[in-house]
């Protein structure tokens, strides 16, 4: 089945360390897409590719990083930078580039901060 | 500032009871208006696109409309296995490219 797949599902890390979260596609989509998930508030677009090797920064992308080598892989870096970096992390994806299509999005990674 | 309200932040609902669900929203222009269902420790799973006023979408229970100032969804008799947070998404024009704005979801609870 087609779809996106996030790992791991439960992350946790100590204060000052890098981690990376994993978001594969088999969809064959051309955009995708990072959010971020907080309690009592909207998703938020930390990172978004449009193609392979481009990318742009959302509205809360300080102290994350990106990279898109492969259409089918979009991993997300939160850095030591992030200072608040406890939350729910959604990736998704898009057939085609315009931003007006459908999401389709992966289960999430939640990352805690120990 | 473009803008998206949902209400209420949650509703709790007797298994039958029909009700509806609040988007406003404040944009430029409006390109897209999406609804998502997201379940606890999941992904937001799509639901309609809604393109212009006075257009409207059904989809078993749920039926969605929209005009220029804001959308409803409607619940018709809903289940327990309807609740669930639903999502509100605006995509403007003029907007950074793929950034939509979310609103903070209504948390729907049906008991039986």
């Known amino acids: 089945d087609g779809g996106i797949t996030q790992s791991p599902k439960y992350l946790f890390r100590k204060e000052g360390q890098n981690v990376t979260l994993s978001c594969e596609q088999n969809?064959?989509?051309?955009?995708m897409y990072w959010y971020r998930q907080d309690p009592g508030q909207g998703l938020r677009l930390i990172y978004y590719s449009q193609i392979v090797n481009d990318f742009q920064k959302g509205d809360i992308a300080e102290g994350y990083s990106v990279s898109r080598e492969k259409k089918e892989s979009f991993p997300l870096t939160v850095t030591s930078a992030q200072k608040n970096p406890t939350a729910f992390y959604l990736c998704?994806?898009?057939?085609?580039?315009?931003?007006?299509?459908?999401?389709?999005f992966g289960a999430g990674s939640r990352l805690t901060v120990l | 500032e473009d803008q998206v309200t949902q209400s209420p932040e949650a509703l709790r609902l007797q298994e039958g009871e029909s009700s509806s669900l609040n988007c406003s929203y404040t944009?430029?222009?409006?390109?897209?208006l999406f609804w998502y269902r997201q379940d606890p420790g999941k992904g937001p799973e799509f639901l309609f696109t809604l393109y212009s006023a006075g257009e409207e979408k059904e989809k078993e229970r749920l039926k969605a409309t929209l005009t220029k100032k804001e959308s409803f969804l409607h619940i018709t008799a809903p289940k327990p296995e309807d609740s669930a947070t639903y999502l509100c998404a605006v995509l403007a024009y003029g907007g950074s490219q793929g950034n939509l704005i979310f609103g903070k979801g209504t948390k729907l609870s049906v008991k039986p």
């Open positions: 969809l064959n989509h051309d955009a």
């Open positions: 998704a994806s898009e057939l085609g580039r315009s931003g007006a299509n459908v999401l389709t």
């Open positions: 944009v430029s222009g409006l390109r897209g």
